[in-house]
């Protein structure tokens, strides 16, 4: 009863005890199995039992070209775990300021006393959530190393064998016929089989997107909805299509897309409005019959709470280098369930947020699909010695500790731009 | 009808417009004074109408003692504007970056649309709005100082003759009745007379302030209830009392503090629950005769909209280094002048806050009172060469331009620690 942290720090803490009962049944089945890796695997066990695994220090290392930076924490127990903050490097060392000093020399496995004190840092200033994210993620990583088990067992998956994706990819012109069929049939050839593609609303009309813009003329609409016609006319009825928009409109202008594209039947509509919940979002809920998506720059439960109170939208969105990391994210799909509202996430980030996202989509039951860069570049798989199986469209359940990837610095340095500093700072 | 950024980039926004129609009076009345100073403003408003100012760079100065970072506008006309951002150095620095290249080289004046498009910015990151609060500041700080007027004057006030200030101070143990009666006494012998007092209700029962704790306990309500008692009874009745919590508490400790400090007649019961809104306020507010209050870690309008919608709070309590600087707060004071709630100020900030918080106090006409860390130190007062009239517990209306100071720097030396640099970088 009324126990501060000055008495009783860390002790039954939900993941430390979850994540000791998962060692201990684990060990009984290693144990039994003539594998050479599982001693040293045993002892570092029995170090984290004993609470002899101490937090050494956190590094960082700035990806300009995926506008993320990796965090990797280090040990000593000579494991280190990684992760992937959705902030630029200036911004996640400032807050690192902040967080190092709640994680040095603690135990890495009190997850979720972690993502407390991080998450509720209030003075001298708040707690930023995308800068926490990483470290959150780079703890899942280092316990599943610890441990031995991927990330997704931790989360007490899997629940499917395999994790649906959808990529980003847009004609050169939407409104030209020849032009929409050529970038069809390059579609249709992908050797990695994406049959799901998300397509920019704001393209067609020649508006910048992700800035603000003034209310869309008919003209507009219509244009928007011969482009979108165009799309669905070459792909054929078996593609998913999300129409993309980054927060720009107004509310007429947003129900006007919702109409415009109700025909072509995307899967969903995203972000037509600006980011915080208003009450238009309910307006435009009931004006449309588009399922309606957001999330992607909405932090932690409180950030997707009116949205699923208020019935304003059909899927959530999150990602998981933004919203708070696996702790943040797990605990937005529990209320999100109370709902009995799926899950997609977010993805523009590198393979950490890649593999974050698959693990997390093999641990809940309603996880629709997620994002990948894929459609960009396909370089983000050469981030990792051991990049995830992607194949028809998504990806299977991996194999390694933690989220399963080893990072290959080579390939890391592909998305660094000049001013990133090649090594960890 | 539908005009985007690229066709239409700053004709006609309001500040423009009113500052244009203010500077047009002014300028009627200046000329007909025989002034020296009149005509080096007559060039300098000239200029700024033939909009040949334009920003030439930003500089900054952290002030780790207040925690805040100091914001200095830089422009073409030799003037400068001041402003102080409720983020540290570093962050401010990570900030900058996106920041700037939407400044440099536009003129200072159009600062809605400045407002707007530091405060939309999506991508690769999210607007930081405790970062642009101070850029804001220091933009209405260099349009008075363009125009020669008072920024009171420029957001249409004054309202008063006076603005009500109260302190932050706290007895060594408000259990212990001599300790309270020797600290009155100090109270009351206090040469600028301040009344109102806000107190820590977590002090008595020996927690840490600012951390989340588990649930209070009978024995430590009947301690807070004794602590605030001893404070009333050794005040008396003319004081004003608010308690102090830190969003530290859960609901059943909240409804708990509500009605041990009920007697006491406080102001008000600040930040108990936890910083978003969420309906436990709702709650709180129906099982509570004490008024309540919140805000101080909300930012811009969607932050303060729930509270003001559900009839969780009696006062809100923007910052203005953290809601969204002067344009952010009287977009939030027109909203909740809509629900009629008063609007208070926090301000644990430097001399810039504080003088931004007495300028905004005269603007609106349901202002309650401003925060100010004079019960602290009166350093703050020693930050500018010319400091504010503060007396009786209350500010005057200031005479100069802007924001009504100059820096003193050797007085704003005096928060800066070790590692902030003493010159503007």
Not at 51 to 76: E, F, M, N, Q, Y
Not at 172 to 182: N, P, Q, S
Not at 288 to 303: A, C, D, I, Q
């Amino acid at each position: 009863m009324a126990l501060s942290y000055s008495t009783c720090p860390f002790s039954g803490s939900p993941a430390r005890i979850r994540l000791a009962m998962l060692r201990r049944s684990f060990l009984k089945a290693a144990l039994a199995l003539p594998s050479g890796g599982v001693l040293g695997r045993f002892e570092r066990l029995v170090a984290a039992d004993r609470g002899k695994v101490k937090i050494t220090g956190i590094k960082l290392k700035p990806v300009s070209g995926v506008a993320h930076t990796l965090v990797r924490i280090d040990t000593d127990a000579g494991l280190s775990g990684y992760g992937e903050s959705g902030v630029s490097g200036a911004m996640m060392k400032a807050w690192l300021e902040r967080y190092a000093p709640l994680l040095i020399g603690q135990d890495p496995l009190a997850i979720q006393v972690h993502f407390h004190r991080m998450s509720t840092l209030m003075h001298p200033y708040m707690a930023r959530i995308p800068a926490l994210s990483g470290i959150d993620m780079a703890l899942w990583d280092l316990a599943g190393r610890l441990s031995g088990r991927p990330v997704y067992q931790l989360l007490g998956g899997p629940f499917r064998e395999r994790v649906p994706m959808f990529i980003n990819s847009q004609p050169r012109d939407m409104l030209e016929k020849a032009a929409v069929r050529d970038w069809a049939a390059k579609l249709r050839e992908d050797p990695l089989g994406f049959k799901a593609v998300k397509i920019d609303a704001a393209r067609p009309i020649g508006r910048p997107s992700g800035r603000y813009t003034t209310t869309l003329s008919n003209q507009d609409l219509r244009k928007i909805r011969t482009a979108f016609e165009n799309v669905r006319q070459e792909l054929g009825p078996e593609y998913d299509i999300m129409v993309h928009c980054h927060n720009e409109f107004d509310l007429p202008s947003s129900v006007g897309i919702a109409r415009a594209v109700e025909q072509i039947e995307p899967t969903w509509l995203e972000d037509p409005l600006p980011v915080a919940f208003s009450d238009s979002w309910v307006s435009l809920k009931r004006a449309s019959r588009v399922p309606l998506l957001t999330g992607e720059k909405l932090e932690m439960p409180h950030g997707f709470y009116p949205f699923l109170q208020h019935q304003a939208v059909d899927y959530i969105y999150p990602d998981i280098a933004f919203c708070g990391g696996l702790t943040g994210i797990v605990k937005i799909a529990t209320l999100a369930a109370l709902y009995r509202i799926p899950v997609a996430t977010h993805n523009v980030g590198g393979i950490l947020l890649t593999m974050a996202s698959i693990h997390f989509g093999l641990s809940i039951h309603d996880f629709l699909t997620s994002e990948t860069r894929l459609g960009q570049t396909r370089d983000v798989l050469a981030m990792a010695k051991n990049p995830p199986e992607i194949q028809g469209g998504s990806a299977g359940v991996p194999e390694g500790p933690g989220l399963g990837v080893e990072l290959d610095e080579a390939g890391v340095r592909r998305f660094q731009r000049p001013e990133d500093p090649p090594e960890w700072v």
